[in-house]
């Protein structure tokens, strides 16, 4: 099932599929958020912005809106 990374659950995993590269800052792809590569959803902020993630071992946080544009396929 391929869905964007933002309805991402808490402690759930996937795999990124496929991003828009006009959308994605070059420090995230550097930081590890690459097609194949797996992410979890750690930690949502109280407001529910920023997500925490964890990208292939890499912790990151990332608005909402940018998650909105990542598509992965959810692992169960």
């Known amino acids: 099932m391929e869905v964007t990374l933002d309805i991402l659950?808490?402690?759930?995993?996937?795999?990124?599929?496929d991003f828009d590269m006009e959308h994605i800052p070059?420090?995230?792809l550097e930081m590890g958020c690459l097609p194949g590569n797996q992410v979890e959803l750690l930690e949502v902020a109280p407001l529910g912005d920023p997500l925490y993630l964890c990208i292939n071992e890499t912790h990151i946080a990332i608005r909402k809106e940018l998650a909105k544009e990542i598509r992965i396929e959810i692992r169960k």
């Open 9 to 17: 659950g808490k402690n759930q995993k996937a795999i990124i599929v």
């Open 26 to 28: 070059l420090k995230l």
